[in-house]
Each structure stands twice: as structure tokens, then as C-alpha cells.
């Protein structure tokens, strides 16, 4: 019976000794004030064991951490390794992080019949343990700094790149500009000697200056035609009415002649953007596309092929 006894505690002390986990280089970060990263190395785990975290505040205890939350290396069928990774979306679990916080990992033996997570398991199990606090992220800074320093020079080697000047098209619908505005729609309508559009002001504000003026002063004079015409038509005898008729006649003269001006210089002006743009558009359709023809190169005879955008 004694030796029997003796075997089978010689057989349990063996399982355990050779069954040793071992949990090491735990490292805790804040990804954001309300994300937690949690590094650890993996040095042995028996098979159908699991390994799990919990997290302690300094001034609220521990923190009931909810799985659905949870993402990364934790739980049943992990692998012997470095650099494990858990991360905990504490934000999303109802919990704001803004002071020190303890994260420890634990590895439940396989028949262990303690609950799992979140509760406490006994100290025996526990592991390796850090905290978490505003100087954690520290050893952190120097990778962020390297990283803004790279994409400050990115940046100021993109701004010495030429930029290419994406011009418009000096086409027919600027004389819709000149309907409204006389005088500006002309401005865009405006080529070089390579038919490229080049914005020229020249003297056109003064087109819409003069339109607009005229338009003004003659849109003044009409009601005041109107009143003097009302006063002659008051008066006894035409002796008396003559005084208003000459005024009302002299106001409604200037109205007219202001008027007939202002929408000569709109006429001229849309037409003229008009004709232009439209002259604009069919050099482009005109020249644009392929064309053959025949040539001579080094003495022979061969074809020249001319694509124009």
C-alpha cells in the first residue's frame, strides 16, 4: 500500500514540475485615454491551461473587465512566445482612464474550477504584474517624435515639388459671367500664341463700370420723367403745363439714352465673349487627335504620326 501511496505523490510532483507556466516582460501602455495595450512573453503553457488579465485602479479597486471588449492573445490554445499583445477598448467597456491603472496576467491551470473572468484567481497563479500611469508612455515618445520629424520632411519635400497650374477652359459658357458681370466673362476667354488661356483684366472693369452706371442713372431719371409728366397733366392751360412737359421730356430723354447705352455695351460685350469662346472651342476640337502624313527621315520615305490634346 506504502509504495503504491508513494508512486502515485512521486507521479503528481512530476506533472507539476514539469508542467511549470511561466508569464514574463509584461508591459502595459495607453493607446488613448480610453484604449489599453498589454504586452507579455509567453515562456510555457500546458496544454488546455488559458491565460487571462485583470485590471486594478488605484482608487476605484478592480475593474470589471467584459470579454466582448477584449481583443488580442488571451484565453485557451495560446502558443509558447515573445511580444503577446491584449488590448482592452476600456471606453467602449464604460470606463474613462485618467489615473494610474495595474494590469496583471494570470494563467489558470487546466481543472482549475475557479471562475475565469473577471474575478480574482489566488496569488499562486499570479504571474508578472506593471502599472500604468501618466509616465508610462514615455519610452513611447521618442518613436512619435521620430515619426512627426519624418512626416515634417515628407511634407516640405512635397511643397518643392513643381505644381502643375491646372488652367481653365476659355470655352463659350464664360459669356453666361458676361451676362451678369459685363466685362469679366471676357477676361477668362483670353489666349496666348499657343492657344493656352491666360486671364488678362486690362480695361474690361471698366466695361462693367460703365454698363452698370449707365443702367443706374437712367433707371433714376425714369421715375422723375414720370412725375413731371403728372404735374403737366395737373396744370389749367398748357401755358402753365409747358415748364413740366419740358422737364419730364428732358428726364425721360436721359433714361432713355442710358439705358440704350448700357445694353449696347452688355450686347457687345456677351456677344464679343461669346464669339470668342466659341472660336476657342473649335481650334481645340479642330486640332485635337491624330493625323498622319507622309515624310522624309534620313532619306526615306516614312510616315509622321502628330497627336495634339
Not at 90 to 110: C, D, M, Q, S, W
Not at 147 to 167: F, G, Q
Not at 226 to 243: D, I
Request: glycine share 8%; charged share 20%.
Amino acid at each position: 500500500m506504502k509504495p503504491a501511496f508513494v508512486l502515485i505523490i512521486f507521479t503528481i510532483l512530476s506533472h507539476f514540475a514539469c508542467g511549470q507556466q511561466s508569464v514574463s516582460n509584461v508591459r502595459t501602455r495607453a493607446l488613448s485615454q480610453n484604449r489599453i495595450e498589454i504586452r507579455y512573453s509567453l515562456d510555457a503553457i500546458q496544454t488546455g491551461d488559458s491565460v487571462y488579465f485583470q485590471v486594478e485602479s488605484r482608487f476605484g479597486g478592480r475593474l470589471a473587465v467584459k470579454k466582448e471588449f477584449v481583443t488580442g492573445d488571451f484565453g485557451l490554445d495560446l502558443e509558447p512566445g515573445p511580444d503577446k499583445k491584449i488590448i482592452w477598448r476600456a471606453g467602449e467597456n464604460g470606463f474613462a482612464l485618467n489615473g494610474e491603472v495595474r494590469a496583471t496576467v494570470y494563467i489558470k491551470p487546466a481543472g482549475y474550477k475557479g471562475a475565469i473572468f473577471p474575478q480574482t484567481t489566488p496569488s499562486s497563479v499570479t504571474l508578472a504584474s506593471t502599472e500604468l500611469s501618466n509616465s508610462a508612455n514615455k519610452s513611447y515618445q521618442t518613436q512619435a517624435d521620430t515619426s512627426k520629424s519624418k512626416e515634417k520632411t515628407l511634407a516640405e519635400a512635397d511643397t518643392t515639388r513643381p505644381k502643375t497650374r491646372k488652367r481653365w477652359t476659355p470655352g463659350p459658357g464664360w459669356a453666361l459671367v458676361s451676362a451678369v458681370l459685363p466685362g469679366v466673362g471676357n477676361m477668362f476667354v483670353q489666349t496666348d500664341k499657343q492657344h493656352k488661356p491666360v486671364f488678362r483684366v486690362g480695361l474690361r472693369p471698366l466695361v462693367t463700370v460703365g454698363f452698370y452706371g449707365l443702367l443706374i442713372y437712367g433707371l433714376q431719371h425714369k421715375p422723375k420723367a414720370q412725375n413731371a409728366y403728372s404735374l403737366y397733366k395737373q396744370q389749367k392751360n398748357a401755358a402753365e403745363g409747358e415748364p413740366y412737359y419740358q422737364q419730364a421730356n428732358q428726364y425721360h430723354h436721359r433714361y432713355y439714352l442710358a439705358t440704350r447705352a448700357a445694353a449696347a455695351i452688355w450686347l457687345t460685350d456677351v456677344t464679343l465673349t461669346l464669339i470668342r469662346g466659341i472660336r476657342n472651342h473649335s481650334f481645340k476640337k479642330n486640332n485635337a487627335g491624330i493625323s498622319f502624313a507622309p515624310g522624309i527621315q534620313a532619306g526615306q520615305l516614312v510616315g509622321v504620326v502628330s497627336i495634339r490634346l
